[in-house]
């Protein structure tokens, strides 16, 4: 039978989170999933915490492949999976126990493609912080009112959601693959594409601050890339006239330092480039000439 919900978590060398994770993943009060666990060539012992887990929960499916970062470990997942819609969790955060429960008591109740909820980030210090609220529960079909409940493209998260995998396959909706920031392409054709969003207020996704992850220093590579993802977004938000906030149309940034500190930012668009003092004090602003 079809597994209500198909839960894909890649996974990287996070042997010091993954039982948390598993623990929030498997004792969810929705039964009917399939755990499918990607182990993206974790050099740690993330491939014996999986074996361990396998062996005493046969929903979960583990897969294992060379390390081509997060992009290709999810997308390995969604190859296989069977469930009505498709979640993620990333393999250092956890849920809720009624997480999946919830958003999938949402999305059918109202026949919706998306059930979205919010985010609450967690640091090693016990610090908490709310990084996505939701409010209440209610539908959207409008591409604008997607983007701004969710606060996209400037939050683009995949893992606080679900989607209905028919629709993810009809638009061929797949994350890009050896690149970092590869939640932004993936984001904005799902919340697109994809008809309608229900948000759910009665359950949250936890973010753990992972200061050893891959994601924290932004090296070039990391810049060049979020730069391909920021052109992406415009390209994409032209073609289907979609308006967002001015700083997500910015082509590039350029920060100047003195002894280390940042004293100055010009970021560029393409028919202007402003100038501002310590990042914040807009001194100066520059036409192009196309």
């Not at 997607?146 to 629709?167: A, D, F, G, Q």
């Not at 220093?217 to 032209?238: G, N, P, V, W, Y």
């Amino acid at each position: 039978m079809q597994p209500q919900i198909s839960i894909i978590i890649p996974i990287y060398n996070v042997e010091k989170f993954l039982s948390r994770c598993l623990e929030s993943v498997i004792h969810q009060t929705l039964k009917d999933v399939e755990i499918i666990c990607v182990n993206d060539g974790s050099a740690d012992s993330s491939p014996n915490i999986l074996k361990e887990f396998a062996e005493k929960d046969n929903r979960i499916v583990v897969l294992h492949q060379e390390n081509k970062g997060q992009g290709a470990a999810r997308n390995a997942g969604m190859n296989v999976a069977r469930g009505k819609y498709v979640g993620f969790v990333d393999g250092d955060d956890w849920i809720d126990l009624n997480y999946f429960e919830a958003l999938y008591a949402a999305a059918e109740k109202y026949n919706a493609s998306m059930a979205c909820c919010g985010i609450i980030r967690k640091y090693p210090s016990s610090k908490t912080r709310v990084k996505l609220r939701v409010g209440e529960e209610k539908l959207y079909s409008a591409a604008a009112e997607k983007y701004k409940i969710t606060e996209s493209p400037r939050k683009c998260y995949v893992y606080n959601k679900i989607y209905l995998r028919s629709e993810l396959e009809l638009h061929k909706i797949r994350f890009p693959e050896g690149v970092y920031f590869e939640d932004i392409a993936f984001s904005i054709r799902a919340l697109y594409f994809l008809k309608t969003l229900v948000t759910v207020p009665t359950t949250s996704y936890y973010y753990w601050v992972n200061y050893q992850s891959t994601t924290r220093e932004m090296t070039d590579k990391k810049q060049r890339d979020l730069l391909a993802a920021r052109l992406d977004f415009i390209e994409f938000s032209h073609k289907y006239h979609i308006n967002c906030d001015e700083k997500w149309y910015v082509q590039s940034k350029t920060v100047y330092k003195f002894l280390g500190i940042p004293v100055m930012k010009v970021y560029e668009w393409k028919t202007i480039k402003k100038y501002y003092l310590f990042s914040l004090i807009p001194i100066f602003e520059k036409r192009i000439s196309l």
